[in-house]
T-cell receptor, first 115, second 115 residues
Framework: GAVVSQHPSWVICKSGTSVKIECRSL??????MFWYRQFPKQSLMLMAT?????????EQGVEKDKFLINHASLTLSTLTVTSAHPEDSSFYIC???????????FGNGTRLTVT | GDSVTQMEGPVTLSEEAFLTINCTYT??????LFWYVQYPGEGLQLLLK?????DKGSNKGFEATYRKETTSFHLEKGSVQVSDSAVYFC??????????????FGKGTLLTVNP
């Protein structure tokens, strides 16, 4: 079946540094990519929606300058957490779809720990 | 806004036991309802879905019926297996505004099935 490959699966970084998370659609063209964040024992919260070639649409309360999303091609979307702080420690998940009538495929998630 | 409330876990059952995981929702429009499953070390996978009232979604022995009158979508399985051990997420997609895949998730329920 269709696969979204998300890397890294886990990362530890120091406070103030930036971290990039990649999601690649391996056998379909992801025209739309969604980025979620999950805190322990909480729901997956949608952070932003990105369409290939367009600027991402961020959910209320999500800082666009802190969580940079790039979706420059139909097979790659990236989320960069800039100037990370311990409160950014979370589980980040991407999901992609080829269109409104196409299935939604999730990556395996990235566990980010900021020390 | 939209919200999903699902039964808090963890749930621990013996093999062949009956499973119910409750899920209720609130939505401004007429949502589609989903159950996703996340097996250890893997991404979320769609388990089943229903798009209108009284629809029953089913897959791998799991079932859930879209009950508009009680705003519920409870997940059931008659006889669970050890391989069903996973985290189960109830979710909805509100079609108002055309965001077909903008999902709102519950917190997830961890199911452990013992042999």
């Amino acid at each position: 079946g269709a696969v979204v490959s998300q890397h890294p699966s886990w990362v530890i970084c120091k406070s103030g540094t930036s971290v990039k998370i990649e999601c690649r659609s391996l056998d379909f063209q992801a025209t739309t990519m969604f980025w979620y964040r999950q805190f322990p024992k909480q729901s997956l919260m949608l952070m932003a929606t990105s369409n290939e070639g367009s600027k991402a649409t961020y959910e209320q309360g999500v800082e666009k300058d802190k969580f940079l999303i790039n979706h420059a091609s139909l097979t790659l979307s990236t989320l960069t957490v800039t100037s990370a702080h311990p409160e950014d420690s979370s589980f980040y998940i991407c999901s992609g779809t080829g269109g409104i009538n196409s299935p939604l495929h999730f990556g395996n998630g990235t566990r980010l720990t900021v020390t | 806004g939209d919200s999903v409330t699902q039964m808090e876990g963890p749930v621990t059952l013996s093999e062949e036991a009956f499973l119910t995981i409750n899920c209720t929702y609130t939505a401004t429009g007429y949502p589609s309802l989903f159950w996703y499953v996340q097996y250890p070390g893997e991404g979320l996978q769609l388990l089943l879905k229903a798009t209108k009232a009284d629809d029953k979604g089913s897959n791998k022995g799991f079932e859930a019926t879209y009950r508009k009158e009680t705003t519920s979508f409870h997940l059931e399985k008659g006889s669970v297996q050890v391989s069903d051990s996973a985290v189960y997420f109830c979710a909805l997609s509100d079609h108002s505004g055309g965001s077909n895949y903008k999902l709102t998730f519950g917190k997830g329920t961890l199911l452990t099935v013992n042999p």
